[in-house]
């Protein structure tokens, strides 16, 4: 079993539509959660960051996270083209960072 | 700052021969990580540094891997008598070991393809 499983995709929504992407990983002793973009061609760039259970909210952008079931989302309120990008949730253990192998996602004019 | 830069962006060499990468970190940034990346795949970490010391190193990095932060600044990764499975994205992210959020901020990558 990966540390970090993500569905891959590709997800294709309408512009407007609200967008769900979830992540789960094996490793309890996880901790501190992030959300990175990733757009065609170029490095991650952070999105969000969580260290506890629970939600948090920038704009548009929603991260749970759900300790007892190891199971962490972000949500994509009225999404846009310019989102279309492939989505990595990550943690930190031991000074790295673990990635998931990312969800492509398409936000359909 | 211009953020994270590597060099070269694309290299294309033939199978056995060696490549070196280059990665310049954001300034004030004293760690270092390098990532490699395939195809619908995440960053797989390979090797950090805090300055100029190697703290880890994957273990799925081959012996023909090598890196180097001689000055604790720019990094360089060199890949040995290269395999047509080496082809990948090759990912350089610096950040400040005092960060609250562990933030990597990543280059554009070093895209190799071995024939």
């Known amino acids: 079993q990966k540390e970090v499983e993500q569905d891959p995709g590709p997800l294709s929504v309408p512009e407007g539509a609200i967008v769900s992407l979830n992540c789960t990983y094996s490793?309890?002793?996880?901790?501190?959660f992030m959300w990175y973009r990733q757009y065609s061609r170029k490095g991650p760039e952070l999105l969000m960051y969580t260290y506890s259970s629970g939600n948090k909210e920038d704009g548009r952008f929603t991260a749970q996270v759900d300790k007892s079931s190891k199971y962490i989302s972000l949500f994509i309120r009225d999404s846009q083209p310019s989102d279309s990008a492939t989505y990595l949730c990550?943690?930190?253990?031991?000074?790295?960072?673990?990635f998931g192998p990312g969800t492509s996602l398409s936000v359909i004019p | 700052d211009t953020g994270v830069s590597q060099d070269p962006r694309h290299k294309i060499t033939k199978r056995g021969q060696n490549v070196t990468f280059r990665c310049d970190p954001i300034s004030e940034h004293n760690r270092l990580y390098w990532y490699r990346q395939t195809l619908g795949q995440g960053p797989e970490f390979l090797t950090y540094f805090q300055n100029e010391a190697q703290l880890e190193k994957s273990r799925l990095l081959s012996d023909r891997f090598s890196a180097e932060r001689p000055k604790g600044s720019f990094s360089t990764l060199e890949i040995q008598r290269t395999e047509q499975g080496d082809s990948a994205m090759y990912l350089c992210?610096?950040?400040?070991?005092?960060?609250?959020?562990?933030?990597?901020?990543f280059g554009e990558g070093s895209r190799l393809t071995v024939l």
């Open positions: 490793n309890s002793a996880f901790q501190y």
């Open positions: 990550a943690m930190i253990w031991s000074d790295k960072v673990i």
């Open positions: 992210a610096s950040s400040l070991s005092r960060s609250d959020t562990g933030e990597l901020f």
